[in-house]
C-alpha cells in the first residue's frame, strides 16, 4: 500500500543532543513537508520541499535542518540550537497532478527531550 | 499574511445530532482551496473535504459538508448523523499556489466530543 512512513513514533533525547527524523513516502508525489504540533497551536510549517536537492524555509525553520537527496525521502534533523524541541512532529507530502494539492501525512513523531 | 481562525475551541454533539464547524480565513487572493483534516487520538491527519474556490458548489463527502461562503471568508464544516468515530480535532486549512509552492495554512483546530 502507498502511503507515508515516520520512524519512530516515540523519540527521547538528552538536551544538547542533534536527532534526526525519518519521514519516507511510495506515493511518487514531488512535494514533502515538515510540520510541528503543540498543543493549542495548530500546525506550523518547518520546512518543504518541491524537488529533489532543493528545500525552503517555513514559518519557524530555526534550529532545523534538512536534505532531499531521495524523491521518497525527506528526513529532519532537529539541532541542539532548537530552543524548545519537545513536540509532535508531522510529515506530509502531495503531488502536481491533484488540482488542490491537498497533502497526506504520516503519522508522526512524538519528540521528548530531556 | 493569510491565516485562518477556528473561533471554537472545543465543540459537542449528541451521537446521530448535527454540528457545525466554523472557520474563517484572511486573504486577498482570488483563487484558493480550502480543506478541513480530522485527527483523531492516534494523531493521524486525514483529509475529510476540499473546496475549490472557483466552485460555488459546496462540497459534500457522504455525512461531511460544507457551507462556503467566497465573499465572507467563511467555510464551516457541517457533520451530519454524527457517530462516536468523529470525536476528533478538526483543522481547517488554506493554500494558496505562491510560484508553484503549495503551502497549507492551517487553523488551530476544534475539538469535538460525540455524547452516545
Known amino acids: 500500500d502507498g502511503g507515508i512512513t515516520q520512524s519512530p513514533k516515540y523519540l527521547f533525547r538528552k538536551e544538547g543532543q542533534n536527532v534526526t527524523l525519518s519521514c519516507e513516502q511510495n506515493?511518487?508525489?514531488?512535494?514533502m513537508y515538515w510540520y510541528r504540533q503543540d498543543p493549542g497551536q495548530g500546525l506550523r510549517l518547518i520546512y518543504y520541499s518541491q524537488i529533489v536537492n532543493d528545500f525552503q524555509k517555513g514559518d519557524i525553520a530555526e534550529g532545523y535542518s534538512v536534505s532531499r537527496e531521495k524523491k521518497e525521502s525527506f528526513p529532519l534533523t532537529v539541532t541542539s540550537a532548537q530552543k524548545n524541541p519537545t513536540a509532535f512532529y508531522l510529515c506530509?507530502?502531495?503531488?502536481?497532478?491533484?488540482?488542490?494539492?491537498?497533502?497526506?501525512f504520516g503519522p508522526g513523531t512524538r519528540l521528548t527531550v530531556t | 499574511a493569510q491565516t485562518v481562525t477556528q473561533s471554537q475551541p472545543e465543540m459537542s454533539v449528541q451521537e446521530a445530532e448535527t454540528v457545525t464547524l466554523s472557520c474563517t480565513y484572511d486573504?486577498?487572493?482570488?483563487?484558493?482551496?480550502l480543506f478541513w483534516y480530522k485527527q483523531p487520538p492516534s494523531r493521524q491527519m486525514i483529509l475529510v473535504i476540499r473546496?475549490?474556490?472557483?466552485?460555488?458548489q459546496n462540497a459534500t463527502e457522504n455525512r461531511f459538508s460544507v457551507n462556503f461562503q467566497k465573499a465572507a471568508k467563511s467555510f464551516s464544516l457541517k457533520i451530519s448523523d454524527s457517530q462516536l468515530g468523529d470525536a476528533a480535532m478538526y483543522f481547517c486549512?488554506?493554500?494558496?499556489?505562491?510560484?508553484?509552492?503549495?503551502?497549507?495554512?492551517f487553523g488551530k483546530g476544534t475539538k469535538l466530543t460525540v455524547n452516545p
Open positions: 486549512a488554506y493554500r494558496v499556489p505562491q510560484g508553484g509552492s503549495e503551502k497549507l495554512v
Open positions: 473546496q475549490e474556490a472557483y466552485k460555488q
Open positions: 506530509a507530502s502531495s503531488t502536481k497532478t491533484a488540482p488542490a494539492g491537498e497533502q497526506y
Open positions: 506515493l511518487n508525489h514531488d512535494a
Open positions: 486573504t486577498s487572493e482570488s483563487d484558493y482551496y
